[in-house]
Each structure stands twice: as C-alpha cells, then as structure tokens.
C-alpha cells in the first residue's frame, strides 16, 4: 500500500502508476458531478457544445455538497461528502471515454463497466469515507466557479480547489482491479463461518 | 405551564448538537473499533471517520452532509403539568426550520409529487414519535437519520417455524446483501413480533440505546452479541472495502407476536450514530443527556 500525491492535471501515465489499495491526495481541481450533471455533459458533447471546464487530467467527485452564500455573493463550502457512486455506473464509462478524467471519487464502488472504461483509458476511482464531510470541506481552498446552477445546489457543476484532498482508497485501477469485487469475494468465501457463529447451516 | 417556547429553544439546541457532534457512547465504539482493527485499508477509513467527527465536533460542522430526515421522539409524563400540549408539534417545527438555516442542514424534505421544501418540514415532516410514560417530565431526543442508511432498512414477514435461528440467519443475510451501502460500521437495530409497523418501529428505537449497551434480558443480550460478531465476520469492513469492523453493535427488541406471524424488523445506522436528547422538568429545568450544552 503506497501512498501517493497527485497534482491536476493528472497524466494517464501518472495515474497507470497507481494501485488497487493505495492512498491518493490530490491538490488542484477537483469538479462536482452527479447524475443530473453528467447527463448535461454528455448531452453537450453529443450536441458539439463546448462545456464550462475541459475535464481532462481532473478529478471528478460525486457529490452533492452544503454550500453557503456570502453578502459578497462569494460560495463557501460547509460539507461536502460522497454520494453513492453506483447510481453513474449507467454512464460512468461514456463519460470517461467522452471526457478523459483521471479519478473519479465517490462512495460505494462501481461495477464492471467502469472498471473496463478505466482500463481503457487511464483512470481510477477513489473512494471517500462515507459521510466524511468535513475532512471533504476542509480540504476545499476555494471555490473556484459553479456551473449548472438551474439543477439545484446539490447537483450544480461545482469546481473546487484542493489541496491534499482525501484520503482516498484506490478501489478500482487501470489493470482491471477491483476492490469492491474482491471484498465480496472474500465475503461470500467468509458466509459459512458466519453462519456458524450463530448456528446455522447453508 | 406552558412548555411550546421552552421546547423550541431546547429542540433546537438539539438538532444542532446532534448534527455536529457524536454521543460519547458512538465516539467510543468508533476508536475502539480503531485500536483492534488489523486491517490497513480498514485502518485508514476509521480514521477518517475520527478525524472527521472531531473536525465537525470542533468547528461545529455537520459532521455529514446528509444531515437527514427530521425526527424527535418526544416522551410526556402522565403526571407533566402541561398547558399547551397542542402547541408541542408546531414548535418542533419551528426548531427544525431555524436549524436547517443556522446550523446550517441540508435540505432533505421532498414532496414525493413536487419540490424540495427548502427547509426540512412538509406534510407529516418532522415525524414525532409520541408516548405517555410515568412521571412528570418532558423528555425530547431530536434524530436526524440518514438516507443511505434507511435505505437499507427493512421489514420481513417470516414464517414462526423458522424460529429465532431464522431470524437471526435473515439479520446475517441482509447486512451481507447491504455491505458497503448503509455506510458501516452501523449499528443494527433489530426486532421481531407485534406487526409489520410495530416490528421497524421497535427495531429504529434501539438506535437510541448508548452505542453497545445490551438488552436487559441476557437471551437477548446473547443474541445480540452473536449476530455483531456473524456480521464482522463477513470482513465487509468500514465502507464496504475489507476488515473486521463491518458493525459496531446489534441491538434488539420484541413484542408479543401473532400466532400466524413473525414479523422482523431491521433498521440500520450509519456510522453517524447521531441523537441528543433533553429533559425538561416541571419547574421549567432543562437537562441534556447527550451533550454538554450551555444556555
């Protein structure tokens, strides 16, 4: 298990480094997106629309944060933890594909097509503690622009600035890997002892 | 006496400490479960968790962004003299709107055929547990719950001739069939008998015991200890990524069952275990029981 900075924009050669279990930090541009954003997205590129932001090299996190607003009309982030990665899994890969982000972070895991998208082209997903809101504010140095703001607060395109933002578990790599997967694994392999502690079989 | 403005003042100074720092009873569990965990990935999550509540707790933060769905338990002493009971619930309504903009919490009252209220109120929201109990106090616990959690919570309709063992498999299978999603390390609040509705509404209330504390009955308690031990052994870890502490504690509950049924109600809770509660006596007097909060 290493533990590994990494600076935006992140090069696919950078991020083919990094390892199933490793720690990553990353400083620099992390930008919010959940499903109402990534749709927008795509629906952009399929339409030849230029986007707010070139994503490529960028962290993408699935988020829907408490933000407030100052008298200056400056954005101020309160908490900002994970949101449940698996609803994106229905487009997660196209995105990659589309866009070229090079970490995705979020909670709970995605599946298979994710893992083969970040295979193919170079990125990871790296999980954040679930409910691990104020580590998430506290890493925010600023809160660079926000995009999308008519799909509400929680599912606007924010863009953040980070520093040493995480830790962040590597649960999916670029060689196919897959966290998630090999803890339900070892789950379904444990189920019988399991059950023995309580006295039952099957 | 009139108690509507007390319990404003009170329920609010509830909902804020609840949201922002952790009972002591969560707070142990948690670091314990630190020191015995032997698992590096598993290791690291705990400590993120840690060094994000005591952030929170420090800076007087929502310790998650889901700073849930509102809800009080209010408990009324027979023998309470209480003028304006009528006005209670418009007061913990009140309590819950000047949090949601002070503290401040997220937004989390949705009308299912509309728009978000803005302000954590709406039809039947807050919810308020009602119940008359001996004595002459009011007592208030303000339980803002999470919605990765309770989504994961569920009733089942079992057959009685599976007996308690076969509750006890349905408990294993389903935080099996749950693993990283409710956010663990959870507390399982579990119980069986009564009703569909009676069995969730016992099980939700264990998450009110301190973190840990056994059933009175030692069966029970046995069970208990059994089921929290089948769960980490599944190694679903903190968050679903691998180790030993997948659950902190099981705590359950029965009633009195039909003949025909077994009803099994699970209700699970995240990680933030959170809740503060508040008595008020007679002579206007307010005790909190979870937090060290100053008037």
Request: hydrophobic share 40%.
């Amino acid at each position: 298990m290493a533990i590994v900075k990494l600076q935006t924009p992140i090069s696919e050669e950078d991020v083919r480094k990094v390892k199933v279990g490793d720690i990553i930090y990353i400083s620099g541009t992390v930008y919010l997106s959940r499903d109402e954003a990534h749709l927008r997205a795509l629906e952009y590129a399929k339409e030849g629309k230029k986007l707010p932001l070139d994503f490529e090299g960028l962290a993408l996190f699935h988020c829907g944060p408490i933000v407030k607003q100052d008298e200056k009309g400056e954005w101020h982030v309160v908490a900002a933890g994970p949101t449940t990665s698996s609803r994106m899994e229905i487009f997660e890969d196209k995105y990659i594909e589309q866009f070229k982000v090079r970490v995705v972070i979020g909670k709970g895991g995605m599946f298979e097509r994710t893992t083969a998208a970040m295979k193919k082209v170079g990125a990871v997903y790296g999980a954040f503690t679930g409910g691990a809101a104020v580590l998430a504010a506290k890493a925010v140095k600023k809160v660079k622009g926000v995009e999308w703001l008519d799909l509400g607060t929680p599912e606007a395109l924010w863009i953040f600035e980070v520093e040493e933002f995480g830790p962040l578990t590597v649960a999916i790599d670029t060689h196919g890997n897959n966290l998630f997967k090999e803890v339900s694994q070892k789950v379904e392999s444990n189920r019988k002892k399991a059950y023995e502690i309580i006295g039952v079989s099957e | 006496m009139e108690y509507a403005p007390i319990v404003e003042k009170v329920a609010f100074n509830l909902m804020k400490y609840a949201a922002t720092v952790l009972p002591d009873s969560a707070v142990k569990a948690l670091k314990d479960a630190y020191k015995y965990e032997s698992n590096s990935v598993a290791k690291s999550q705990l400590e993120a968790i840690i060094k994000n509540f005591e952030t929170g707790a420090k800076f007087c933060i929502p310790m998650c962004q889901d700073t849930g769905i509102h809800i009080y338990y209010v408990e009324v002493g027979a023998d309470c003299p209480i003028d304006d009971l009528g006005k209670i619930k418009d007061a913990l309504i009140n309590a819950s709107r000047r949090a949601t903009k002070e503290v401040p919490m997220r937004p989390n009252a949705v009308d299912p055929f509309g728009s978000n209220s803005g302000d954590n109120t709406g039809r039947f929201i807050p919810w308020i547990n009602w119940e008359v109990v001996p004595g002459d106090k009011l007592k208030i616990v303000a339980f803002p719950k999470g919605g990765g959690s309770e989504n994961m919570s569920t009733v089942k309709m079992l057959k009685p001739g599976v007996g308690i063992k076969g509750v006890m498999k349905e408990v294993l299978d389903w935080m099996i069939h749950a693993a990283g999603q409710p956010c663990p390390p959870t507390v399982v609040g579990v119980a069986i008998g009564g009703g569909a509705d009676i069995a969730i509404k016992l099980a939700k209330k264990q998450l009110m015991r301190p973190v840990g504390q056994p059933h009175p009955d030692k069966n029970i308690a046995e069970i208990e200890r059994k089921l929290k031990e089948a769960i980490n052994t599944t190694g679903i870890g903190p968050m679903g990524l691998g180790g030993n502490t997948t659950c902190l504690a099981v705590h359950m509950d029965y009633a009195y069952r039909h003949p025909a049924s077994l009803p099994l109600g699970i209700a699970v809770q995240c990680w933030a275990a959170r809740q503060s509660g508040a008595e008020i006596a007679p002579d206007g007097k307010v005790t909190y029981l979870h937090h060290n909060i100053k008037e």
